[in-house]
């Protein structure tokens, strides 16, 4: 079964590179090389993240804490390197990432099948809701906070998400509710963390958080959704009892 799950998820990649083809292919040289490489490291990405959690969620969860690690370090080197002001701003969303980061850590503790089906449709939704945005999106949502989202690539890489989490039933197998609450959830939130991060480098006037992960603005740029989508999980499975 993983392997076949494993197959689907190559299966979307292979339709994302495509979509990346398109959104490239009349672009600069340079800027197309950068968006490959942003695609390519994102495929590392997903492929170590998706074999922790198969192979041994112990790896999983030491991944989580560095993640969790780094983020709190970016998040302090942005109001250090603006001198130190907006210090309550600064406070109150290190109190808000603390919070979501200790729902991320309690959705590493899940069962394997639950951590790997909320993992894989935040993947579909943060790669095609990219992609269709990129295509076809006209209408920005939060022009000044994050102006590469829009309405269109929002709705088009939710239903993929939504549609996907159905062929992934046999990781989650609760009624038909319960996992469209779930997903429709993983959506929302992914959406938020990542919005929540774009709105934070926006405070301190950054483009990037910082350059560890090539073609990507660091770690918070890559993983604020996985972050905010697994506490949102976590939640749903400790306090609502899914």
Not at 16 to 31: C, L, M, P, Q, T
Not at 49 to 68: E, G, K, M
Not at 97 to 108: N, R, V
Not at 123 to 147: A, C, E, M, V, Y
Request: hydrophobic share 50%.
């Amino acid at each position: 079964m993983i392997r076949i799950i494993y197959y689907i998820i190559l299966i979307y990649f292979l339709l994302g590179g495509v979509g990346f083809y398109f959104i490239n292919r009349k672009k600069e040289h340079e800027i197309a090389r950068k968006s490959y490489t942003k695609f390519g490291v994102y495929f590392i990405i997903i492929n170590i993240l998706f074999f922790s959690i198969v192979i041994n969620l112990i790896a999983f969860r030491y991944l989580s804490i560095l993640i969790i690690g780094v983020g709190f370090f970016e998040l302090f080197r942005l109001f250090k390197n603006s001198e130190y002001r907006s210090t309550g701003f600064f406070l109150l969303s290190f109190v808000v990432y603390g919070t979501l980061s200790t729902g991320f850590l309690l959705f590493g503790t899940l069962q394997k099948e639950l951590i790997l089906f909320s993992f894989i449709v935040l993947s579909i939704f943060d790669s095609f809701s990219q992609i269709i945005g990129q295509l076809w999106g006209r209408k920005k949502l939060f022009p000044k906070t994050s102006p590469n989202k829009t309405f269109e690539g929002f709705i088009g890489g939710g239903l993929i998400a939504i549609g996907s989490a159905f062929l992934l039933k046999s990781l989650y197998p609760e009624s038909e509710l319960k996992s469209l609450i779930l997903t429709g959830g993983v959506v929302l939130f992914a959406f938020a963390g990542d919005l929540a991060a774009s709105f934070y480098k926006r405070k301190f006037n950054v483009k990037d958080y910082s350059k560890l992960i090539p073609g990507h603005g660091g770690f918070l740029d890559r993983f604020d959704s996985l972050i905010v989508a697994g506490a949102w999980v976590a939640f749903c499975i400790y306090v609502l009892k899914f």
